[in-house]
């Protein structure tokens, strides 16, 4: 057997080169760590966000210092008539999406008894509804040309129920839902959806998780890495799912948790 025979080629597994990737939620945590590391890759990034400055933000910035194109746009996700304008202005893209993260999301904290059908809907609304539409028009130019690579934001809360916290968790377990049921239809077209359930990562939507020592305390217990995650520790998943190396998955939700769900 020569070297070259059943050798593994790894070279340009993990280039984006050319690519353009979509992020929800860009701005900040999470969505911004996928971002920049995506741009790192070699993708240009077509930012999302409620609040993001229409030039001159930090992770425009950042991929723009990495030598990749980033365009701004701005655009409520629990507000249905902008998702659809959003979706219908990115399907009609002259350049074809590649990468459609799903990221953007929002949490509530209330006992049941006093979760009001506004938190309900809203949260609905951000993270199941929009990501729906989005995957929809822009997976349907995806299944078109037979490729893409889709990925969503799903949580812990996917496997598990959660506390004080049921438009969340059922919120994201209809994303791992939707990650099936995409993926069942398109994985036979040339196009991988998949999920990643981040654990507790160290962003915003945990801050009152951390601040309370006792809550803190009991979730490190836990978790057999003995730290909160990092944003970066979600987005090396998420490159995986954007990259070729992931091309043979499909329909999976991929715990990014330091071991939570193992213990």
Excluded at 46 to 58: F, K, P, R, T
Excluded at 180 to 205: L, Q
Aim: charged letters at 20%; aromatic letters at 6%; a negative charge.
């Amino acid at each position: 057997m020569t070297s070259n025979e059943n050798s593994i080629h790894f070279e340009g597994l993990f280039d984006l080169s050319g690519k353009l990737a979509v992020v929800t939620g860009a701005r900040r945590g999470i969505g911004r760590a996928i971002a920049e590391l995506l741009a790192g890759a070699g993708a240009d990034i077509v930012g999302v966000s409620a609040q993001l400055e229409d030039s001159g933000s930090e992770v425009q910035q950042s991929v723009e210092s990495l030598g990749r194109s980033f365009e701004a746009i701005r655009a409520d996700m629990s507000d249905e008539k902008q998702v659809h304008e959003l979706a219908s202005r990115l399907a009609q893209s002259s350049r074809p999406i590649d990468i459609l993260v799903n990221n953007a999301g929002s949490i509530v904290r209330a006992a049941a008894v006093d979760h009001t059908d506004d938190m309900w809907t809203r949260t609905i609304a951000i993270n199941l509804t929009a990501p729906f539409i989005l995957t929809r028009e822009i997976g349907r130019t995806m299944v078109e040309r037979g490729a893409g690579k889709v990925i969503f934001t799903g949580s812990l809360l996917s496997f598990q129920g959660g506390i004080l916290v049921p438009s969340y968790t059922a919120s994201k377990h209809g994303v791992a839902g939707l990650v099936k049921a995409f993926a069942n239809e398109w994985a036979p077209r040339g196009v991988n959806v998949n999920g990643i359930a981040p654990g507790y990562i160290s962003t915003d939507n945990t801050e009152a998780l951390r601040a309370d020592p006792e809550r803190s305390r009991s979730i490190l217990d836990r978790i057999p890495a003995g730290r909160w995650g990092e944003a970066l520790d979600i987005a090396g998943a998420a490159l995986f799912l954007a990259s070729s190396a992931s091309d043979y998955v499909c329909g999976v939700i991929l715990p990014v948790d330091g071991g939570w769900l193992a213990r």
